[in-house]
């Protein structure tokens, strides 16, 4: 790794030091030689080791934005070679970049201040709250790559957006039905700016849900999650907490060990604003997933994934999680539906949005399917207050 890392003058570059302490601090070596020996991701940091001074996240950004450059960047950030930054949020800007140079002028004129004052502000305002998810970030660019694509449709008919009325945006409607949903924050926001008048698209109606687990198997499921050692440590704790909790993978990725703790009698997991107190088996499990990690890595403090992904610093895919649990029998969808619905049941529904971080409106819709109502709990709160 020293010679690695080592540049013209012959030594490490300062900045560097911190990583080569990580990275040649552990038990084993080997593999770590092996992805000395193999890796493009080594090859390229052995590059960057010989410009230390232009080692930013800006000068990342003019390199392809493939898996090496994002293990990297995740080496560095983790090591605190590079300050920490909000990655989903800097991923959405960098991809921006990239589509608008893509675009004709005329296109860029409207997508360049959609994008920039309709999408990512919005975005840099959830991720100041910690809240911009992988999720998220893929559904922005979804719905700014269904605007070029109607864009698109529109210079096809020989359209401009200030000409677009009702008829020609339901006709786009009906021959993309399942992109409509995606351009609604572009009908919103070139109706709000005078651009367009009159013009409506609403979500299409929503869909309720139509694949449960019957009480014994979600039950067997559960036990299964916290007992069977021969499945992997985190497909437990993964599995658990989506039976459990209702949680969907998309948060329980984002999840970070300062979120556990324990206290003289019991353990819980901050889910939102609220500590949820966890069964002592799942608490358990927790420990075991914390005491695996590896030690927190200068400068202390940093915040630690509670089930980090292959790339330093960057959460699982949620998708490749969800193959993962199916192969291990866990089926996710269903068993969701089925711990939502018993918390629905249990629990007034603005309880539920409030305990887990819910939509209000989710919650509503759920407690509608579920044959409940806000009325008794709101009538309650009503009576409670002086």
């Not at 920490?84 to 589509?99: D, F, H, S, T, V």
């Not at 893929?138 to 200030?162: E, M, P, Y």
């Not at 539920?352 to 709160?381: C, I, K």
Request: hydrophobic content about 40%; proline content about 9%; some cysteine.
């Amino acid at each position: 790794m020293h010679d690695l890392l080592t540049n013209a003058s012959g030594t490490v570059p300062a900045a560097l030091t911190p990583l080569e302490a990580v990275l040649t601090d552990v038990t084993n070596r080997y593999p770590v030689l092996e992805w000395i020996r193999r890796s493009p991701a080594a090859r390229l940091l052995a590059s960057l080791a010989q410009s230390p001074d232009n080692l930013s996240h800006q000068a990342l950004e003019t390199l392809p934005q493939d898996a090496n450059t994002a293990y990297v960047r995740g080496l560095l950030v983790t090591a605190g070679v590079l300050p920490q930054r909000q990655e989903n949020l800097a991923r959405l800007e960098i991809w921006l970049a990239g589509k608008l140079a893509q675009l004709p002028p005329h296109h860029v004129t409207i997508v360049r201040p959609f994008a920039e004052w309709g999408i990512v502000k919005d975005a840099r305002r959830r991720a100041a709250r910690g809240r911009y998810s992988l999720a998220a970030y893929k559904g922005d660019c979804t719905d700014i790559r269904v605007t070029i694509k109607f864009l698109a449709w529109l210079d096809d008919q020989d359209l401009r957006v200030s000409d677009l009325a009702q008829a020609h945006l339901d006709d786009w409607a009906s021959t993309h039905p399942t992109q409509r949903t995606r351009l609604i924050p572009f009908v919103r926001w070139v109706h709000a700016r005078r651009i367009v008048r009159d013009l409506e698209i609403h979500h299409r109606p929503t869909q309720l849900p139509g694949t449960f687990q019957d009480e014994a198997t979600h039950q067997a499921e559960l036990l299964r999650c916290l007992t069977d050692t021969d499945l992997p440590l985190p497909m437990r704790i993964i599995g658990a907490l989506v039976r459990l909790y209702a949680l969907p993978l998309t948060r329980i990725v984002e999840l970070t060990t300062d979120q556990f703790h324990h206290d003289a009698d019991a353990a819980y997991l901050t889910l939102d604003r609220h500590p949820v107190l966890l069964p002592p088996m799942l608490a358990t499990l927790l420990d075991e997933q914390i005491a695996q990690l590896p030690d927190p890595l200068p400068p202390s403090g940093r915040r630690r994934l509670l089930l980090p992904g292959a790339v330093p610093g960057r959460p699982r895919n949620p998708a490749g999680l969800a193959d993962q649990l199916r192969h291990h029998g866990l089926p996710v969808r269903a068993a969701r539906n089925t711990a939502l619905m018993e918390a629905i049941t249990d629990l007034p529904p603005i309880v539920v949005a409030d305990l887990f971080g819910m939509n209000p409106a989710t919650a509503h819709r759920w407690s509608q399917l579920a044959g409940s109502s806000w009325a008794p709990y709101l009538e309650d709160r009503q009576r409670s207050r002086p």
